[in-house]
């Protein structure tokens, strides 16, 4: 027998039995009970990344206010700006008739079309042949998760359409004509923060302009409290303590 052995396990059987009792009386406490029950949604709320919005970025249809209601013939629209092709950036937003009556295509209630000088409500037509003008629009995709990120949209122009970029990135799409709207998708090329679309239109003669109509789906990253190291200690000292008690009783039932 080892001089001292027997008193110190009993000393140290004795501290084991302390603890575990102040453990079993807090375990039994409601601040602990809360503690247990903040400290699970904590982490339930920390995993939960399924949860998601439809996102309002700031995306809009060629000459439509805030609210997407189209603006009076010869207002500014404010969402498009011009590029190049003008000294002017500023863009009207005017229908058919007062660009090429009869040709471009009717006013709808989702957009209409812009054009970079206007003269007695009606689009000018004083462009040099084949002038270039780049229109260009911008949206927020702060706080979306990029990879859910898309847009579907319709174009036309007055000649043509020659190109579209996403963030410098040229989507491969080109139209002419303006009866009509031509389609396209982009689904790739976005970023976090501001994200920028180019128009290029070409003019052949006479009055020029864009119209487009956008739609996107986005959903914004889960935003959720990141629990704090000693959350997580009070719930798995809770589970750990629960889980004791659920053996010990079936033990005791057996």
Known sequence: DIPGLTTRMNVALSSVKHFLGRSMTMLTTVSFKRSIASGLLA????????????????????????SNTVLATGAVDIHYTLLAG????????VNDAEGFPGYWMAPSAASKWITPVISNGTASGAFPSL????????????????????????????????????????IGFSSSGYSTFSSFVISSGFQTGINTLIFTVENWSGPTGLRTELAGSFE??????????????????????????VRRRKGRQV
Do not use: C, W
């Open 43 to 66: 982490v339930l709320g920390a995993l939960a990344a399924t949860t998601t919005s439809h996102a309002q970025v700031g995306l809009f249809s060629t000459g439509v206010d805030d």
């Open 86 to 93: 003008y000294p002017s950036s500023t863009v009207y937003a």
């Open 131 to 170: 002038s270039s003008f780049q229109y260009q629009t911008t949206f927020d995709l702060t706080g979306i998760d990029l990879l859910t990120a898309s847009i579907s949209g319709k174009a036309t122009a007055d000649n043509a359409v020659l190109g579209i970029k996403i963030n410098g990135i040229d």
């Open 220 to 245: 914004r990253l889960p935003v959720s409290a990141v629990p704090e190291p000693e959350t997580y200690a009070m719930m798995l000292a809770g589970l750990g303590l629960v889980g004791s008690i």
